[in-house]
């Protein structure tokens, strides 16, 4: 490709809104064009790396044996009632919806649950035709709250999106096994440095699920691992071993003691001279359900916060927030800080955190004042004990006895689901098994956010002076720079060079423009191709230049064996790590 005779656009300023250097980079290298937020034109050198990335997945999906089809963007309403869907995406305004001339509803597909299980349901009626494992690649729309960092969080992106459709549990276990092989190799061979981390299933649903993170320190994810052990997991859904409380003696009655104006665990602590484990923390949530909005209070132990993901899932909820003053001034008749579990007016949850502490202290519902001493059983009924806790850095490892957890953050570009019979049960999708009964399909679904991959890897792979493709994703493999147009022999010598690294299936961009030496150096190092081959005054003397994007040094070559040596890097670039 001659870039004078293409289009190929670089900008010197970052766009306005580009808060990680992949947007940066992305966008001066004229790769993306934003139409409007999270909207984003892939630039012909952009389209070709996704192309790259859609292939290594779409390999990976065949070799685990699955099928790839194309299902329709545009999706009716009906199916999303049929899975009890529809209610909960449009709550948290996901969805992108619209009616047609008949005023029916329709919605632009965020994922393709109901398509694939109306789709399977209506061709598969008997056990012999499962297991089954299908996917497309194709372009989700969900009207993010805050689309960002470029193609990373975008409101239309493109996602290859797998479902699986076993007989029982142990197909499933295979299937979703099968989906993590085709996933480490997928994204090993894209060139990604990621971590497998267990995960929240969220809106989707189902039983287990793991998410792919790209380890990035700008990555939206926080993550918490084990360097003792193989555990990591999203916070959203992580664990941890704490420490006992310090004990606080042996049960004594309850008084009531006046705190004017304390309404922190700190400020707690310094009056009464109880360390904040040995504390009961009352934080009021409004949880809101398909018809109803209640409020619930969750007790944790005075040093613990609580985790909204879990709290989220323990109620079935569509969404939890902290609740506002005026709420909690209603629910416990006192000034926000004051809030206790005894006699207060709302469904309480409690963390095990919060269990067996002896003689705790916990807001009196008056303002200004707290109770001591307080033993719960004793002074107010045993509440619903859930796991609400958030887990932090280092806290034990829940899974070893050594470990402490670590903080690293992450891009999740892809995730993995075990949905089990959510979706076949509520959509009536089932099979004649081989005893003859009808069942439910059990399913498994699987995404990898293909547009984010390409941003991921940037992200990972660029320096001060642009990106760094890992060879296998990069939109071409070499950059040709002929230095000086004008020189008949460098001229000559570059597309000589030009035919040969074609021949010898480098794709190559040849930098042919009569511009400045200094101009296309820079541009070369921003849009960053794995090799550059430079043509420059040497080319009289039968000599051109080799410098690899990620290495430091340049080195003179032979023009006769320039493109030997260029296919070398490239092979060894491409070769799996
Ligand atoms: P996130 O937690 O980042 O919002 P998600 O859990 O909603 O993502 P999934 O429904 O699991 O995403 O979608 C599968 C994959 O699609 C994700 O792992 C991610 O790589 C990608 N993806 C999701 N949302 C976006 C988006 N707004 N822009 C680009 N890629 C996305
Ligand atoms: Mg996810």
């Excluded at 947007?23 to 409007?36: D, F, N, P, V």
């Excluded at 996901?94 to 349901?121: M, N, Q, S, W």
């Excluded at 949905?419 to 439910?440: I, Q, V």
């Excluded at 003179?556 to 491409?574: E, Q, T």
């Amino acid at each position: 490709m001659r870039l004078s005779r293409s289009l190929f656009v670089t900008l010197r300023d970052v766009p306005s809104d580009a808060e990680v250097p992949s947007h940066a980079l992305l966008a001066r290298g004229g790769y993306i064009q934003k139409l409007a937020a999270g909207i984003y034109v892939y630039g012909p050198w952009m389209w070709r790396t996704i192309r790259k990335v859609s292939e290594i997945v779409r390999e990976e999906m065949n070799r685990a044996g699955a099928e790839e089809l194309a299902m329709p963007v545009l999706q009716p309403r009906e199916i999303w009632e049929e899975s009890g869907r529809w209610d909960g995406y449009l709550q948290a305004r996901i969805l992108f919806h619209l009616k047609d001339r008949k005023d029916a509803d329709l919605c632009l597909g965020p994922t393709h649950e109901e398509v694939i299980t109306t789709f399977v349901k209506r061709f598969v009626t008997s056990y012999k035709q499962l297991p089954l494992t299908l996917y497309q690649i194709q372009t989700k729309f969900r009207d993010e709250i805050r689309p960002r960092f470029g193609l990373m969080r975008g409101r239309e992106f493109l996602m290859k999106d797998a479902y699986s459709f076993d007989a029982d549990e142990e197909g499933l276990e295979r299937s979703y096994r099968a989906m993590h092989e085709a996933y480490n190799r997928a994204f090993s061979r894209c060139g990604l440095d990621f971590t497998v981390v267990e995960a929240d299933p969220g809106a989707i649903g189902g039983s287990g699920s793991q998410e792919f993170m790209v380890n990035a320190a700008t990555g939206e994810d926080a993550i918490l691992r084990c360097p003792a052990c193989r555990y990591a997991a999203n916070v959203e859904k992580a664990d941890s071993r704490i420490e006992a409380a310090p004990s606080n003696g042996s049960p004594r009655p309850l008084k009531r003691l006046r705190t004017p104006g304390m309404t922190s665990v700190e400020q707690l602590a310094a009056f009464t001279g109880l360390h904040p484990a040995q504390m009961t923390k009352t934080v009021l949530y409004r949880a809101f359900f398909k018809e109803k909005e209640q409020v619930v209070a969750v007790l944790v132990r005075g040093d613990q916060e609580v985790n909204e993901v879990k709290l989220g899932n323990a109620l079935g909820a569509l969404a939890v927030e902290m609740a506002d003053e005026a709420t909690i001034r209603r629910v416990s008749g006192a000034e926000p800080g004051f809030a206790g579990p005894i006699g207060l007016k709302a469904r309480i949850l409690a963390d095990p955190s919060a269990r067996g502490l002896g003689n705790t202290l916990c807001g009196a519902n008056e303002t200004d004042v707290h109770c001591v001493d307080v033993n719960l059983g004793r002074d107010f009924p045993e509440p619903e004990f859930r796991d609400l806790r958030k887990a932090r850095a280092t806290e034990g490892c829940p899974r070893c006895a050594e470990g402490r957890l670590e903080e690293a953050r992450g891009i999740e570009v892809g995730h993995i689901f075990k949905l089990g019979t959510k979706y076949s049960k509520a959509m009536g999708a089932s099979f004649a098994a081989a005893d003859g009964e009808l069942r439910p399909f059990v399913m498994g679904c699987y995404g990898i956010g293909v547009s984010r991959v390409a941003a991921a890897a940037v992200e990972q792979n660029h320096d001060a002076a642009g990106i760094r493709w890992p060879a296998a994703i990069a939109p071409y493999h070499a950059m040709l720079v002929c230095v000086n147009v004008q020189d008949e022999t460098q001229r000559a010598v570059a597309e000589d060079l030009y035919g040969r690294l074609a021949e010898a299936g480098v794709e190559t961009a040849y930098d042919d423009r009569p511009l400045s030496p200094g101009i296309k150096f820079k541009d070369a190092d921003l849009v960053g191709l794995p090799v550059r081959l430079v043509v420059g005054r040497d080319a009289k003397d039968g000599k051109v230049e080799i410098k690899e994007r990620r290495a430091e040094g340049i080195e003179k070559v032979a023009a006769a064996g320039a493109v030997a040596a260029v296919r070398a890097r490239i092979d060894a670039a491409l070769a799996p790590r």
